[in-house]
T-cell receptor, first 115, second 113 residues
């Protein structure tokens, strides 16, 4: 198993759908992150959880709702998305909320398309 | 405020050439950490290196080397004798006292055979 696993790898959803992205880390880290990567834009930090508490929320629209039930799992619940939300969503984990001694480890991402 | 600038959007070199990727950062903190990541076409970001603000010693790892200069707020990355497999997008990132790992816009490196 890879260190950080994201499912699904690809997702197509309508604007009225509700879906969830899942992230699981097997590295014993205590911080997890959601990033959004759009074409022609830098990686945007969306949420940071440290010790299962949200420590950062970068003014993300409420149609994105994170959940961190334990230090190994992170979800991103999606509802009533817009076409501009289409992007690659990357999950990461690290030893601490500052990127960790050995950096944050990233999953392969979920390619989301909103139609 | 934190900021990471990678001015080079895309670089194209011929195999075996040396190439340097530039990174300039901004932070008000005296304690911070700098990172480089590689993003191959498969999508995941691969951690390459982390340096803290108190360690300006340059580092070499095989064909990779990093030049950290606090005086110019730069953390440049050099690939020696580039190979086709080095083709990817490379990101520089910064974290300080806030819980934010902030990335630059990335530099796309194309190594041609």
């Amino acid at each position: 198993e890879t260190g950080v696993t994201q499912t699904p790898r690809h997702l197509v959803m309508g604007m009225t759908n509700k879906k969830s992205l899942k992230c699981e880390q097997h590295l014993g880290h205590n911080a997890m992150y959601w990033y959004k990567q759009s074409a022609k834009k830098p990686l945007e930090l969306m949420f940071v959880y440290s010790l299962e508490e949200r420590v950062e929320n970068n003014s993300v629209p409420s149609r994105f709702s994170p959940e961190c039930p334990n230090s190994s799992h992170l979800f991103l619940h999606l509802h009533t998305l817009q076409p501009e939300d289409s992007a690659l969503y990357l999950c990461a984990s690290s030893q601490d909320g500052r990127g960790g001694t050995f950096g944050a480890f990233f999953g392969q991402g979920t390619r989301l398309t909103v139609v | 405020a934190q900021k990471v600038t990678q001015a080079q959007t895309e670089i194209s070199v011929v195999e075996k050439e040396d190439v340097t990727l530039d990174c300039v950062y901004e932070t008000r903190d005296t304690t911070y950490y700098l990172f480089w990541y590689k993003q191959p076409p498969s999508g995941e970001l691969v951690f390459l290196i982390r340096r803290n603000s108190f360690d300006e010693q340059n580092e070499i790892s095989g064909r990779y080397s990093w030049n950290f200069q606090k005086s110019t707020s730069s953390f440049n990355f050099t690939i020696t004798a580039s190979q086709v497999v080095d083709s990817a997008v490379y990101f520089c990132a910064l974290t300080d006292s806030s819980y934010k790992l902030i990335f630059g816009s990335g530099t796309r490196l194309l190594v041609r055979p």
